[in-house]
């Protein structure tokens, strides 16, 4: 036990949270019974065009109404979410409310844009106001949010367990995010066959979201080397922790099970589920630990693209998908971050793939791992497969030391001449 007149200097406290789940096929069929524990009358429910017209939020709808809860449905969230499209669905959200729950259904775009609207539909201010600094202000949500219920219909993001709101600030061409406990979901509502009709280039770059969180925060700065912080101090992100651990350790036994087969078999339900429980197993594992590198290039990496236009995903608009984003300098961050915490590299790398050879140079054992994956999924070849070239790498660096938040959560701080060399290894992976 410390003594009441010694000083702590370093951190001996974590903290862990993640919303109840219901998980299963079929799941999503109970979300007017669940919504209706919550004695609410009406609900608006926030999905993206593509999800609308394979009808899932339609059927859910119906749902609603056997519990005699009214709903209407927003479809307008961009694949993607920008400052300006959350913007605009909070407009809608105040101009047709009130609401007493939100139920999102989608990806983690979905999933983030009904965080925001919950937000700002509960509390006054603008986006800003609540933006992780150095973007944002970083005000804390003054009070309660609404009930909100995420349906995921991708197997990635892990949004349905995590406290964190991400989306594209459209002037600074950066993407950041809001973070606060109080805008994780009420309940997470996993249903596997709502990932069966996903293309292979979707679900390929979806899973490799799940890899990066899995692999980053079991490879984050351990909470105990932090310093000590205040009550009012404790960040979401506290750095990896035993918790935290174990759903990651877990969720990399799952890829390794059915990644390769979710992708070349769409329709392999047991692959499908084991993706969905990795995804939302990666959530309960990030979304407290946090992710370091290769997250804090992907901002950057999507918020300057240039002409990239992945098969898979809506047309109309040059985009690089964030699971694709994140993947893509990887393998070069954990070169980089090995000697951090050696052990932890390797015991990734053998989660991920437990017949892998073992090579003579234990800091390639983790990068060959994700590389022989990426290859086998058909994952773009480093930062130039979707159109930089090493000339873009001074303009790319700005945007990654912007996300602090995130790096300080590297067990070995990178500089910015770090950050260049990453990326300009990343040009190309193979």
Same mark, same amino acid.
């Given at each position: ?26 799941? @999503?069929?109970? /979300?007017?019974?669940?919504? $209706? ?6 609900? #608006?429910? &926030?999905? =993206? *065009? ?120 459209? @002037?600074?061409? /950066?993407?950041?995010?809001? $973070? ?6 009420? #309940?997470? &509502?996993? =249903? *596997? ?238």
């Amino acid at each position: 036990m410390s003594h009441p007149d010694v000083e702590l200097t370093e951190e001996t406290i974590f903290t862990w949270g993640a919303p109840p789940l219901k998980f299963g096929a079929g799941a @999503s069929d109970e /979300v007017g019974f669940e919504m $209706s524990g919550y004695g609410v009358k009406r609900v #608006l429910i &926030v999905t =993206d *065009p593509g999800i609308h017209a394979l009808g899932a939020p339609q059927r859910i709808a119906d749902n609603l109404r056997r519990y005699d809860i009214e709903s209407e449905i927003f479809d307008g969230v961009h694949v993607e979410p920008t400052d300006d499209s959350m913007n605009k669905a909070t407009e809608y959200a105040r101009a047709q409310g009130p609401w007493d729950g939100f139920v999102a259904v989608g990806g983690g775009s979905a999933i983030d844009t009904a965080k925001a609207i919950n937000l700002l539909t509960s509390h006054p201010g603008e986006l800003m106001d609540y933006i992780n600094k150095p973007i944002g202000n970083a005000k804390t949500p003054p009070g309660q949010l609404k009930p909100l219920i995420a349906i995921p219909t991708t197997a990635g993001t892990g949004s349905e367990s995590t406290a964190m709101c991400v989306l594209d600030i459209l @002037s600074m061409k /950066v993407k950041t995010g809001i $973070s606060h406990w109080r805008l994780r979901p009420t #309940l997470a &509502v996993i =249903d *596997p066959l709502l990932t069966m009709s996903l293309p292979p280039e979707v679900t390929a770059a979806s899973g490799m979201d799940i890899v990066c969180h899995a692999v980053e925060s079991y490879t984050a700065r351990y909470y105990s080397t932090f310093d000590r912080k205040k009550p009012e101090e404790r960040v979401t992100y506290c750095g990896s922790n035993p918790v935290s651990d174990l759903w990651c350790e877990k969720a990399m036994t799952l890829i390794a099970q059915s990644f390769r087969t979710a992708v070349h078999e769409g329709d392999n339900l047991e692959a499908r589920s084991n993706m969905m429980m990795a995804a939302t197993f990666a959530g309960m594992g990030f979304g407290n630990s946090g992710v370091h590198i290769p997250h804090a290039n992907a901002y950057p990496i999507a918020g300057m693209v240039k002409d990239y236009h992945p098969r898979g995903y809506p047309e109309e608009e040059p985009m690089v998908p964030h699971g694709q984003s994140v993947s893509l300098t990887a393998p070069e961050a954990f070169r980089f971050s090995f000697e951090s915490a050696p052990e932890r590299h390797l015991r990734a790398a053998e989660l991920m793939d437990p017949r892998a050879d073992r090579l003579n140079d234990a800091r390639e054992q983790l990068p060959s791992v994700l590389i022989s994956l990426m290859r086998d999924i058909d994952i773009p070849n480093g930062i130039g497969g979707v159109g930089y070239t090493e000339a873009d790498v001074p303009d790319l660096v700005p945007g990654t030391m912007k996300q602090q938040r995130l790096l300080a959560t590297c067990p070995k701080t990178p500089t910015e001449d770090d950050i260049a060399d990453i990326l300009t290894k990343s040009v190309e992976n193979w």
